[in-house]
């Protein structure tokens, strides 16, 4: 059965640093594209970054351009999420997503808080 494990998050102050992963088991994460979404409290799940299979290519979202990393190891079948120079405003839980039509999976979510 696929799965995908997300794990890392936890509470940082601001400025700090999290690495989110997402580890796949059933299914060969190179075949499919990668998101990152979070959801904060009482709001709507945002994309905050794509990553395509091989990981050439990488988009993210306004607010995260020039913070956030998002990165893959195929050989690994695990994703990431490198986030640096975090702020309050990103605390919300982050989902990973993989998608290859027309299969899509989400891990469970892992929680980031950013508070001093």
């Known amino acids: 059965q696929a799965q995908l494990v997300a794990s890392g998050g936890g509470l940082v102050q601001p400025g700090g640093s999290l690495r989110l992963s997402c580890a796949a088991s059933?299914?060969?994460?190179?075949?499919?594209?990668m998101s990152w979404y979070r959801q904060a409290p009482g709001k709507a799940r945002e994309l905050v970054a794509d990553?395509?299979?091989?990981?050439?290519?990488?988009r993210y979202v306004d607010s995260v351009k020039g913070r956030f990393t998002s990165s893959r190891d195929n050989a690994k079948n695990t994703a990431y999420l490198q986030m640096n120079s975090l702020k309050a405003e990103d605390t919300a839980v982050y989902y990973c997503?993989?998608?290859?039509?027309?299969?899509?999976?989400w891990g469970q979510g892992t929680q980031v808080t950013v508070s001093s």
């Open positions: 990553i395509s299979s091989t990981g050439g290519s990488t």
């Open positions: 059933g299914l060969t994460l190179s075949r499919y594209a």
């Open positions: 997503k993989a998608y290859r039509s027309p299969g899509i999976y």
